[in-house]
């Protein structure tokens, strides 16, 4: 039989996990007309990068190949801290896109 404090302490911990799990569920993906998305000229494919636009992008570059990208390796979206919380395509493509060491 539990006692009301073991209740408790259970209680918050079931919250606390319940409360992470939902704002990783949460994180939505950036779309492309996004006001930074459009400033930076951001892709979900990266072929469709505008290249008269952006002639620093070249093939092969993608968010996934990123220094910035927060995404494990086969992820098909990660993190970014250009746009606040939102994950990005792995495939994507923006201005700010820099070689991952």
């Known amino acids: 039989m539990t006692n009301r404090r073991d209740f408790i ?19 939505a993906m950036v779309t492309e007309s996004d006001p930074q998305s459009m400033a930076l ?7 469709k ?9 070249a093939a092969g570059q993608s968010c996934s190949n990123c220094s910035l990208y927060q995404g494990k390796p ?3 979206a990660g993190g970014c ?7 990005v395509a792995a495939n994507g ?4 896109w820099t070689k991952k060491a």
Not at 10 to 27: D, N
Not at 49 to 57: E, G, L, R
């Open 9 to 27: 302490i259970r209680l918050s911990l079931g919250g606390a996990v319940l409360a992470s799990g939902q704002s990783i569920a949460q994180s």
């Open 41 to 47: 000229g951001y892709k979900a494919d990266a072929s």
């Open 49 to 57: 990068a505008d290249k008269a636009k952006f002639p620093k992008y």
């Open 74 to 76: 086969g992820d098909a």
């Open 81 to 87: 801290p250009l746009f606040a919380g939102k994950q």
């Open 93 to 96: 493509w923006c201005s700010a």
